[in-house]
């Protein structure tokens, strides 16, 4: 048993035996053969070879090569006493143009992970939409051509068709306010689009197609364990001064109330971020009844929390992060702050919402300047980390929040996004010239804590 500093001992025992213990990937991260046997190509594989778009110049190409080495990374994961593998489904590699013809390879590599991991007692747990629009859809007009929801609708049919008969567990999309607001409005991530214009039909059509989706799920599969999944991050003004925490409260509309709370029946917070109500625009006579759906568990992911002040010169929001740097507070790679406390106040706010049934953290994990020394990885930074974020979510359980599960991001150092291969997040360590893997520390410590 490990006691941390804010005295939450953490032993898995403490969570019971229904509690949901795993770890998290997606399938553009780690896959590599970006165009082997029929795949086609998705926005991320056309962004990346945009220049100065990726740091570096990284791309994915060959990645963690998990489409040749998924055998000895899911036999990793079973090592590690990881019950419950989290990955995601490559739309392109099942239909290359988005529509149309089915790819049997691609289909088949599916089949291949998901019987591994059954096999070997893993329980497969499958995002159907981790970001990977194919390319074919983005050409028109991807997000935002509202026929985006019978394109996603079709293809989840056709997981639930070949995969549904084995998994257990569904999470229809991964992070809808990242793809959306970091593609279609910031332009850092694929598509690259800017601007309202964008954004807000995306929004919209998302919305739908989660909800769309979901229903495809339940009239396929309705004995399926139904969720779909959402990045937060704890909000907390500058000062009490009343136009921070004006600020501070749009900021919170926008990251974590816009998507559960429109699929949870609410609509769109347009009263607390005004720039949003030019999506009345895109709505149709009809479409608030296919907004909702009734989720057997809602996904939460977490990683820091964010302090936002009053910025007349931000557009739209009149709000700005305060940088975690400048604030002398314990950082990640990624420059985010160390505040173990962030999941705990997600938990307790998602849990909130009646229509949230269960609540599972799917994605919480922490990326540090790692290296090998005598043919080992030392990362106490990452231990510690995860320690505390365990810590408070039994404090969340044990007051009575809902807490379900608990997903490690992610189970080997990938391709992380517009950042390459620089942050490492994972609890194995890979040598991405050589492919070699080795478990970190951290790895051996979760392996521990999972065993007992």
Known sequence: MISLSEDIPINKELFGDDFAWG???????????CDAEGKGASIWDVFVTRQGKIKSGHNAAVACDFYNQYQQDIDLVKQLNI????????WTRILPKGTGEINQAGIDYYNRIIDYCLQIGIEPWVTLYHWDLP???????????RESVGWFTNFVKIGAQYFGDRVKHWMVMNEPGVFTGAGYFLG???????????????????????????KQLRSSLPGAQIGTTFSCSFIEPQSHK????AAAKRVDALLNRLFIEAISGYGYPLGDVPALKGITKYMLPGDEDHMKFEFDFIGVQNYTREIVKY????????AALVKAEDRGVPLTEMKWEVYPAAIYQMIKKFSAYPEVKKLV??????????????????????MEYLQGHIGQVLRAKNEGYKADGYFVWTLTDNFEWAEGYHPRFGLIYIDFDTQQRIIKSSGRW???FLKV
């Open 23 to 33: 770890v998290s990937t997606a399938a553009f991260q780690i896959e590599g053969a």
């Open 83 to 90: 019950p419950n593998f989290r990955f995601s489904l490559s």
């Open 135 to 145: 390319h074919e859809l983005e050409l028109k007009g991807g997000w935002t051509n």
């Open 188 to 214: 850092i991530h694929a598509p690259g689009r800017t601007g309202l214009k964008n954004f807000l039909p995306a929004i919209h059509h998302v919305v739908l197609s989660i909800v769309a989706g979901a």
């Open 242 to 245: 009343p136009r921070d925490l």
């Open 311 to 318: 910025s007349f010169f931000t557009p739209y929001i009149s």
């Open 361 to 382: 953290i799917t994605e919480n994990g922490a990326a540090f300047p790692d290296a090998v020394t005598n043919g080992e990885v030392d990362d106490p930074l990452r």
């Open 446 to 448: 979760f392996a521990a």
